[in-house]
């Protein structure tokens, strides 16, 4: 079964550091998004992606994110200039189309410290 | 506009109960609601979704109910069991032609053997 797969599982930074997060969505969806859950709280929109632009994105998703598409498989989600609050669990979806179910990766626990 | 308000915070029952998780919204323009199960360390894994044109959906032993002029939704687990102990998430989708998630909070449902 086709799924989306997150790298690394887990990353440990310095505060200040630029981090990289990096998925492969399903291979046949065009739409891609970042979500983020802080650690026992709910799971938070991040920002979407479609045709190589970004198609909407939350108040959390300030100037020290930025997503990229580098080429046909890779969906990466940076953070410039991290902080002891975005440590969190980060997942990437994808889905086929604006109407049809996203699917999650495992996510990648993000710890600034 | 744009909370989706999930209730019990946790849930305990025991083998072979019912289990019931509850959700409302309060913004009429969400016309896609999905449930997603997420075991701890993990992303989150579509269960069963609806659409604002069915009052009851089924999927084996779980059901979603929606009551669409109450704008409340929600989950029925039926026979549950100690594998379904997890974190539930209802969620919304498609108001203002979005397709971000809205999720809701989250039930840690611990089933007793």
């Known amino acids: 079964e086709p799924e989306v797969t997150q790298t690394p599982s887990h990353q440990v930074t310095q505060m200040g550091q630029e981090v990289i997060l990096r998925c492969v969505p399903i291979s046949n969806h065009l739409y891609f998004y970042w979500y983020r859950q802080i650690l026992g709280q709910k799971v938070e929109f991040l920002v979407s992606?479609?045709?190589?632009?970004?198609?909407?994105k939350s108040e959390i998703f300030d100037d020290q994110f930025s997503v990229e598409r580098p080429d046909g498989s890779n969906f990466t989600l940076k953070i410039r200039s991290t902080k002891l609050e975005d440590s969190a669990m980060y997942f990437c979806?994808?889905?086929?189309?604006?109407?049809?179910?996203?699917?999650f990766g495992q996510g990648t626990r993000l710890t600034v410290v | 506009q744009q909370q989706v308000k999930q209730s019990p915070q946790s849930l305990i029952v025991q083998k072979g109960g019912i289990s019931i998780i509850n959700c409302a919204y309060e913004n009429t323009a969400f016309d896609y609601f999905p449930w997603y199960q997420q075991f701890p360390g993990k992303g989150p894994a579509l269960l069963i979704a609806i659409r604002p044109d069915v009052s009851e959906k089924k999927e084996g032993r779980f059901t979603i109910s929606f009551n669409k002029s109450a704008k409340q939704f929600s989950l029925h687990i039926m026979d549950s069991q100690p594998g379904d102990s997890a974190t539930y998430f209802c969620a919304a989708s498609g108001a203002s032609g979005t397709y971000k998630y809205i999720f809701g909070t989250g039930t840690r449902l611990k089933v007793l053997a």
């Open positions: 992606f479609y045709n190589n632009e970004i198609s909407e």
């Open positions: 979806a994808s889905s086929e189309s604006r109407i049809t179910e996203a699917f």
